[in-house]
């Protein structure tokens, strides 16, 4: 059966959005959420995660509670076709779903598509994956372990893991590396970049810029600049992809990722809404945070009630900065905002109370 508003992706947007509807019932429209798992992923607890500071179950959102109270039906399956025209989306599982509006926030992938599925290397993003992969492979870290990509996700995983390993008896001179094709946290504020660095060397975790992945065998990872690094598991956070069913569906897109005007609607199928990482804002680049997608949440919402209806939809108008909290691996954090960086003992309480009040919202 046709919904009004397939809601394809539990991604940070839809959470926001399902949790506006929560409040403002819609219950004359027909919608559906698609996502494979009824939990998803909250991204600022990962490196909590990962060094060990939470349990899964403690980063998840709850997807099916959360639909349950904003009376939208839940299908667990992953889209692996979509065709804006026809407006149906196909799932791995063979069903099939049409709509007549939907609204599309899947995340994005990290590593290039020749990597993903290689033994050895586990990507990031999608979170999901990475999260049940780390459950499975973290066990023994005494072999190694190299990080690809320096942004502040990358730095704060490495933290994470030297964390880990310390937490495992390992010896802080266990191989820890982070490798980036250019310089690491290239995009960060000079006094956030200082200040992280710092903590990255008294870590022991080697920095090697400006050089790419040639080849991982054995347990050695081999760079194009020669260097040969010991690292049985290769964490792989850098790049972004959009799903190859979402590049090939025939929207207008940039680089990839199907371009949105500032009501979020795309530029050439204005019955189809993309929001999050995956979304290509016309009017200018956004970076790709979780922050940004959660405050386009509940605009989204209420343009997508609005379009049903023929009313005017709302703009959204990205922040110009935000204030990030960065994990330090054991229980301790830092921020940052308009390039000021603060270091004090109560930021990793801070940073956690704001984190659990989202997951459990
Ligand atoms: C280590 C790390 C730490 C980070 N920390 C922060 C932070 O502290 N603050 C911050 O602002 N940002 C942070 N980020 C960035 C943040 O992860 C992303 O910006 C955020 O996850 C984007 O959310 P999204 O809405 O695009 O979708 P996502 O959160 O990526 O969720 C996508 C959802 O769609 C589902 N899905 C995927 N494919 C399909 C499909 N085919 N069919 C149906 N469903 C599908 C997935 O299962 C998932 O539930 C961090 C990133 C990393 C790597």
Known sequence: MRCDVLLIGGGHAHITALRWLKKHPCPHKKFKLVNPRAYAVYSGMVPGFVAGH???????????????????DIVYDS??????????????????????????????????????????????KPMSHFVEAWQQDSGNLSEGVALIGGGLGGVELALAVRHKMNACGLPTSNPLAIVDRSEILSSSSPSLRR??????????????????VRAHENGCLMLDSGQFLTAQLVLWTA??????????????????????????????????FISGDVA?????????????????????????????????????????????LVSLGARSAIAEKWGHTIQLPGLWGLKTLIDRSFVQD
């Not at 509940?298 to 110009?320: C, E, R, T, V």
Request: hydrophobic share 35%; with cysteine; proline share 6%.
């Open 195 to 212: 200040a992280l660095c710092e903590r990255l060397s008294e870590a022991s975790v080697t920095i090697i810029e400006n050089t790419q």
């Open 54 to 72: 939470f349990d899964r179950s403690e980063v998840e959102v709850d997807l099916n509670r959360l639909c349950v109270e904003a009376g939208v």
């Open 239 to 272: 790049g972004a992809r959009a799903p190859g069913w979402l590049e090939k569906s025939g929207l207008e897109t940039s680089g990839g990722f199907p371009v949105v005007n500032s009501c979020l609607q795309s530029i050439s199928h204005p019955d189809i």
């Open 79 to 124: 889209i692996v076709d979509f065709d804006p025209v026809v407006k149906t989306a196909t799932g791995e599982t063979g069903a099939s779903y049409s709509f007549t509006q939907t609204s599309i926030d899947v995340g994005i992938m990290s590593a290039p598509a020749s990597i993903a599925d290689r033994k050895g290397y586990l990507t990031v």
């Open 280 to 324: 290509s804002l016309q009017k200018g680049h956004i970076p790709k945070a979780g922050v940004y997608a959660v405050r386009q949440g509940p605009i989204l919402m209420q343009n997508l009630i609005a379009k049903l209806s023929g009313a005017p939809l709302q703009d959204y108008d990205p922040q110009k900065d935000y204030l990030k």
